[in-house]
């Protein structure tokens, strides 16, 4: 079992920007892709940003690329989602999850096992 977990969630004005964090508690934390979901209110969940175990091969959503950034810290078993220039639109609960990636890497969510519970991310106008 992995268990994930988010900190950075926060409450920000419109262009402003914040870095949330999973911290994973596997040993084997390279061999994982790591991916960030978000869900607003009375909406579906849906894909924000991936990257493979290695920290070579990333995916964004098109409503987030050129503004956030995914990155992951192997040796110290931290995954970053680096987020500027925050809009309204980007408030949602944040989740990171996991899987051990034996193929290339997907924006779909159903292709992930592990979670986190989700860090709330609130972006004013």
């Known amino acids: 079992q992995v268990q994930l977990v988010e900190s950075g969630g926060a409450s920000v004005q419109a262009g402003g920007s914040l870095r949330l964090s999973c911290t994973p508690s596997?040993?084997?934390?390279?061999?994982?892709?790591m991916a960030w979901f978000r869900q607003a209110p009375r909406k579906e969940r849906e894909f924000v940003a991936v990257?493979?175990?290695?920290?070579?091969?990333?995916d964004y959503a098109d409503s987030v690329k050129g503004r956030f950034t995914i990155s992951r810290d192997n040796a110290k078993n931290i995954l970053y989602l680096q987020m500027n220039s925050l809009n309204p639109e980007d408030t949602a609960v944040y989740y990171c999850?996991?899987?051990?990636?034996?193929?290339?890497?997907?924006?779909?969510?159903?292709?992930?096992?592990?979670w986190g519970q989700g860090t709330q991310v609130s972006v004013s106008s």
């Open positions: 999850a996991a899987t051990f990636q034996v193929a290339g890497i997907s924006r779909v969510s159903r292709d992930y096992r592990y």
């Open positions: 596997t040993r084997t934390f390279s061999l994982y892709a």
């Open positions: 990257l493979s175990g290695s920290g070579i091969a990333s």
